[in-house]
């Protein structure tokens, strides 16, 4: 693992063309994925996928935020910026998982959700908290990844979790490095000074608590050896959900509440 790039440089990396997408990870992951579409409301939203699979024989729920390897299928996933219908269908799932004990994993990989007017009008910012508050409750593990941008309440609302993981070069944060700093310095130039500030990547989320585990990359990225990544991806997943099935659902519960609340504190 390498802790001297500096968050600019990760960021970088993310931002790679060919760094792998939940599309291609799946399979590599999984077996017997059968995706599942809409959310019985609205629509169903290619900004996010998710479906029932199986991990080492354990039937499991697979959310994931979905980025394209070129224009057009960015295009058709929305730059994976997911409208109020994606986060819907990923509660939908959530909820059925729950009804049937499937842990769910959900990965994240969003520069934030869709902010524009139609989203607005059907409820973004509601069903982003629905989410948020639902996720904290339901009766079944949770477990989520950080593939490679996790970017404001678009990737909290699949970020609420008994465990977060981030790969290596990943990075998490309130808003990104541009909007950081057209907001305080009102320069969206100075994007690499706030990325490097604002202490966002993986070893910082560790050390501030908000995440729990760094999955090691291949030597130069995670683009450089996709069977590699999923290995690394899957030997973790595992590991965690026989150690959270193992776990009575109420002291699970209560975990994940405290960790919530955890985050953030402070001393004057």
């Keep these: 693992m390498d802790e001297k790039k500096t968050a600019w440089e990760r960021l970088q990396l ?7 997408t939940v599309r291609e990870l799946i ?7 059968y995706e599942m579409h809409g959310d019985r409301l609205c629509g169903d939203d290619k900004a996010i996928v998710g479906g029932v699979a199986m991990l080492d024989g354990t039937p499991v729920t697979v959310i994931g935020q979905v980025k394209g390897r070129d224009i057009n299928e960015n295009k058709q996933c929305n730059f994976a910026m997911p409208h109020p219908e994606g986060y819907r269908k990923a509660l ?4 059925q998982a729950e009804k049937f004990h499937r842990p769910i994993i959900c990965f994240i990989d969003t520069p934030g959700a869709f902010c524009g007017i139609a989203a607005e009008e059907r409820g973004q910012g509601e069903a982003i908290a629905k989410n948020i508050a639902e996720f904290m409750t339901l009766r079944t593990p949770i477990l989520s990844i950080v593939l490679g941008e996790g970017g404001s309440g678009g990737a909290l609302a699949l970020g609420v979790c ?23 310095w009102k320069d969206a130039s100075r994007e690499e000074e706030a990325c490097n500030i604002m202490k966002i990547t993986a070893e910082d989320m560790v050390r501030l608590g908000v995440a729990e585990t760094v999955i090691e990359e291949p030597l130069g990225g995670a683009h450089n050896d996709l069977d590699k990544i999923s290995e690394n991806i899957k030997e973790y997943l595992s590991l965690k959900i026989e150690e959270k099935l193992q776990k009575d659902i109420d002291v699970l519960l209560k975990e994940r509440y405290t960790k919530f609340r955890k985050i953030g504190d402070f001393q004057e």
């Design 92 to 95: 939908r799932l959530a909820r």
């Design 27 to 33: 399979p590599l992951i999984f077996t017997d994925f």
């Design 14 to 20: 993310v931002h790679t063309k060919g760094r792998p």
């Design 162 to 184: 008994d465990e977060l993981a981030m790969l290596e070069n990943a990075e998490y944060s309130v808003v990104s490095p541009r909007g950081f700093a057209s907001i305080l």
